[in-house]
């Protein structure tokens, strides 16, 4: 491909086709790698995605160089992304480093401010050719450091959902259809007849948040409702330790990374393409390419 790029053409791409494109939170090259790699094989766009934790850890210049690396050798259509981000100064950053998207998540103030908050980020990413995600309504779980109790999780109104994107003119939207953050202690509850709602009156493509664990008939129903992401965090990262964790129990005194690096990338890499598959955007890489 040559360079990252914005998510927003091709997620109207696929939401204009049906399917959704698989977005992965990784936190180390070698999950970088996997991921990619799995879409290459795939023939498959990719999202990659890390949280502000990440950023934090790693620093994002360090994050896009090895994103560009990737993109540039790549023959698939990649963009990077910012998750969940509470602080303006961050997202700024994050953009004048090379991130292709960034999540302005204002989700926790009331209306007029997220609002507010959303439309700051749109109008400075907007400048830069940078997409933006916002949420409306609460995702339960855990992401990062944001943490929503179960009693605290609120759906999104379809009506505001409406006003919100109308008012931000954010270009993609993630509404909160009662899917968490988190590996699920029971079945989801998606509220399936908010989401066809919003589906119907919302024309920007929608982000399926909490896509860990959720049963697959569920993740092509949403994804049929126009949900064009859907992030995948937790599932990937435990794919990732448990195949670390499986090496040391076989051998305690393994000291060479190289020698748990490589199986945990295959973990991943397995993981990726399941999800791929399971949002329907294998094969599609073609149709997404700015």
Known sequence: MGHLISSTSMLETARANGYGITAFNVHTLEMLQAVVEAAEEA???LILQTTVGTVKHLGPEYIVAAASVAAKTSSVPIALHLDHCTDYDLI???IRAGYTSVMIDASMHPFEENVRRTAEVVQVAK???????????????VEDDIVVEEEDARLADPKECVVFVERTGV??????????????????????HKLEQIFNSVQVPLVLHGGSGIPADQVKRCVSLGMAKMNVATELRIAFSDA???IFAQNP???DPRKYMVPAKEAVKRLAIEKMQLTGCVGRANECKA
């Open 43 to 45: 023939q498959a766009p």
């Open 92 to 94: 700024v950053r994050c």
């Open 127 to 141: 400048a830069a050719g940078v997409n933006v995600e916002a949420e409306l309504g609460k995702v339960g779980g």
């Open 171 to 192: 270009p993609t939207f993630a509404p909160a259809i009662g899917t968490a953050h988190g590996i699920y202690k029971g079945e989801p509850n998606i509220a399936f």
């Open 244 to 246: 670390i964790k499986h």
């Open 253 to 255: 005194e393994e000291n």
